[in-house]
């Protein structure tokens, strides 16, 4: 059915866009799905649509050092950081969030790239994709790495900027109150708009690059690992993505399968499931396989796939319905019109996934993420990599009343996490503070009516606590 939108709505978008100083590539992108939105698009995948996928892992392929070291030589390294971490009360760069000793998400990327450049005498550039509203705080924050910057090469560029648009009739935003709201960023599937609009995809392949390695700057798992930079080189592919096997916790994300019509590798996410095949999303023995946002691109083949788009790479378009301004529920509903950088996999003809270990995949989207990083399930060495020293990742599950904002959580934590290095799941419901030393072993549930203490030095081990 198509939508109620009009060729005016797209034209005051376009100017609105053209008066903030957004780029002509990204204006075209924006223009792109709007018609889709237009003509009743839904980015929708239904099951009847795809079949599951399997696929080879990184422990079972062989990669000869002067590969593996080669192929690094040869990549850049983006960090997406754009998110605020507003869902967890924050309201600038998620990745200035002290994680461990006193290092931030930004300290610990910045010494990973810095001893991997030693290790392997490799240029690595670094560069984040800040969003409008990240990247002065980011860039402070990174002044105390003199070494950091590669010459030639900027720090970071910034992902573009779109009007939210009334879901009533696809008309841009108005919202006088806070201008700021009735701009969204267009999901990190820009990046690629991004690069092609700031020049940096020539840039890199005039100074040499090859290969280019992406992730999130909230996991510190994603460390531009020479090996895979390796398997990715002799794979010759021009587009592949690092997966994880799925797990209890990612029922409800999104997943890799293959599309019935094309054979093509598609990346489903949550907003792209009808509600009838919510069911076989949450199946982990049907699709196995999520993506852990760690993807790599031959930057040749990055441009050509542009130019033969008019420097559109056509992703899936997600459809994300919200209130003009999130805290807000009286404000009107709102379109975003968002792309996810993985759904780039299905662009390419040839493009590969391998499984890669757990450990590659340490995002922090709520506190509870949070608490095990920064408890002791995992060390962080000299080269400032993450080892898991649990035997497992704890489920780790804290009361969303008390937790659920930083503020509130490094209030009830103010000596630091429990140790979780034997803990198997930690569930806390009501307002618990802790003291130092406390360990945790096997199953825990924590229960109270009224605020409690746990002392410093407890051991709480396979029990369920009522205070």
């Known amino acids: 059915m198509a939508s109620k939108g009009s060729g005016r709505g797209l034209e005051i978008a376009r100017e609105k866009m053209r008066q903030a100083g957004v780029d002509e590539v990204a204006i075209d992108t924006f223009a792109h799905y709007y018609r889709l939105l237009e003509h009743g698009e839904t980015g929708m995948i239904p099951e009847d649509t795809i079949e599951p996928i399997d696929m080879e892992a990184l422990a079972d392929v062989e990669v000869p050092d002067e590969t593996a070291a080669e192929a690094i030589r ?47 005498d490799a240029p690595l550039p670094l560069m984040f994709m800040n969003s409008f509203r990240t990247s002065a705080d980011t860039m402070a924050a990174l002044e105390r790495y003199e070494d950091l910057p590669v010459e030639g090469l900027p720090l970071e560029f910034l992902q573009n900027k779109e009007p939210k648009l009334l879901a009533a009739d696809l008309m841009p935003a108005a919202y006088p109150k806070d201008p700021d709201l009735e701009w969204c960023p267009p999901g990190h ?35 531009p690992d020479a090996r895979v930079a390796g398997w990715f080189a002799q794979s010759g592919a021009p587009f592949a993505i690092e997966a994880v096997r799925r797990t209890p916790s990612d029922r409800k994300g999104g997943h890799f399968a293959r599309r019935k019509a094309d054979g093509r590798i598609v990346l489903r996410e949550t907003a792209q499931t009808p509600d009838a095949d919510k069911e076989a999303l949450a199946d982990l023995s049907r699709h196995r396989y999520c993506s852990t946002n760690n993807l790599w691109f031959d930057l040749q083949a990055m441009v050509e796939a542009l130019d033969a788009r008019g420097g559109i790479l056509g992703l899936p378009l997600i459809k994300n319905v919200k209130h003009l301004d999130p805290a807000d529920p009286s404000t009107p509903e709102v379109i975003q019109v968002e792309t996810a950088m993985g759904a780039a996999i299905e662009v390419f003809e040839g493009a590969r996934t391998i499984e890669v270990g757990r450990d590659r995949f340490v995002p922090v989207k709520t506190t509870d993420d949070l608490l095990v990083l920064r408890s002791d399930v995992y060390d962080i060495g000299k080269d400032f990599v993450l080892d898991r020293a649990a035997h497992d990742v704890p489920y780790v599950t804290l009361d969303g009343d008390f937790y659920k904002l930083v503020g509130d959580f490094d209030k009830r934590f103010p000596e630091g ?35 409690k203490r746990v002392e410093g030095g407890t051991v709480l081990d396979e029990q369920e606590r009522h205070g």
């Not at 040869?74 to 600038?92: C, E, F, P, Q, Y």
């Not at 072993?441 to 109270?448: K, Y």
């Open 417 to 451: 996490a429990p140790s979780l290095r034997e803990a198997d799941s930690f569930t806390v419901e009501g307002d618990w503070t802790f003291g130092p030393g406390v360990k945790v072993v096997g199953d825990v549930t924590l229960s109270a009516t009224a605020a």
């Open 74 to 120: 040869r990549t850049a390294v983006i960090k997406l950081n754009g998110g605020l971490g507003t869902s967890m009360g924050m309201d600038r760069a998620k990745s200035l969030l002290c994680v461990r000793r006193g290092l931030s998400f930004l300290d610990i990327i910045a010494r990973q790239v810095l001893h991997l450049r030693k290790e392997y």
């Open 189 to 223: 599937g820009d990046i690629y708009t991004a690069l092609r609009g700031t020049g940096l995809l020539t840039r890199l392949i005039d100074a040499g690059y090859r290969y280019v390695f992406v992730s999130n700057s909230d996991n510190l798992g994603a460390v």
